[in-house]
């Protein structure tokens, strides 16, 4: 599957952003999704993912900021960014994997070229 992301941008603390990872085609019931994020000398993270029966998993660090949704239309993971910090700046990628009838295990093998989120203090 093919993945693009945009909604990257800057913002001062407090405030929001919201990214949207587009797929080239349908990911409901086909593949297990996840936003990942890496800050510049720091391990990636994954913020956000998407399980097989449908719930999403979030990083304790975003729980109650970030919000996570699949648009079905139009092959759509949406990530929306609130009460943003400075410390969630970092290089945000969607990545995916196909759903088996086992679950998702987290061994993502598509993703998208990034998109940056700045927060300034």
């Known amino acids: 599957v093919h993945l693009v992301e945009s909604g990257g941008g800057a913002v001062q603390a407090g405030g929001s952003l919201t990214l949207s990872c587009v797929a080239s085609?349908?990911?409901?019931?086909?593949?297990?999704m996840a936003w990942f994020r890496q800050a510049a000398g720091k391990e990636r993270e994954a913020v956000v993912s998407?399980?097989?029966?449908?719930?999403?998993r979030y990083a304790d660090s975003v729980k109650g900021r970030f919000t996570a949704s699949q648009n079905t239309g139009k092959n759509t993971l949406r990530l929306q960014m609130n009460s943003l910090k400075p410390e969630d700046t970092a290089t945000y990628s969607c990545e995916a994997e196909p759903l088996s009838l086992l679950g998702c295990d987290e061994m993502y093998n598509s993703w998208g070229q990034g998109t940056q989120v700045t927060v300034s203090s």
């Open positions: 998407t399980q097989g029966d449908g719930t999403i």
């Open positions: 085609e349908p990911i409901i019931r086909n593949y297990c």
